[in-house]
């Protein structure tokens, strides 16, 4: 195997990062899906897309596509664990950028539209970034 992607899959993390991975990624595939098709009451593309305009997020509609589609696919990748590196690369980009143009000004708490569940949720990208998918993923397999 090329040593550049056994770098990319390898991992020796544990069970409990792969438990982290997996629901970090149902929440970011869920929150995806919110923004992309409108479900679990989102407010799709369009939707979406008017808020970030409003918000001084333009093109509106296409941060709405590249955000969702980061939040959905980097999502279904931290939960079967393949690609997961780059996928949390994405993630915690992402949520950089939520952190910074939407949440910072409200403060750190999530009741006030704060900062706090992006936070959590860069500080577990950023944790799978540096470890590996875990002992339950497709990267583990994939680097034997």
Avoid at 32 to 55: D, H, P, R
Avoid at 72 to 95: C, D, E, K, S, Y
Avoid at 131 to 143: C, M, P, T, V
Wanted: proline share 1%; aromatic share 10%; no cysteine.
């Amino acid at each position: 195997m090329n040593a550049s992607i056994k770098s990319l899959v390898s991992t020796q993390a544990g069970y409990g990062l792969s438990l982290l991975r997996i629901i970090a990624g149902l929440t970011f595939a869920a929150h995806g899906a919110q923004k992309l098709f409108g479900w679990f009451g989102g407010y799709g593309l369009a939707g979406v897309g008017q808020w970030m305009e409003s918000i001084g997020l333009a093109p509106g509609y296409l941060l709405a596509l590249l955000a969702g589609s980061a939040e959905f696919f980097g999502g279904l990748a931290l939960i079967i664990g393949l690609l997961a590196r780059p996928a949390a690369a994405v993630l915690a980009l992402t949520m950089l950028v939520a952190i910074f143009s939407v949440h910072l000004a409200s403060g750190f708490f999530i009741s006030n539209n704060g900062y706090e569940y992006a936070l959590a949720l860069l500080a577990i990208s950023l944790a799978v970034l540096i470890e590996g998918a875990g002992k339950l993923s497709l990267d583990r397999r994939i680097a034997g």
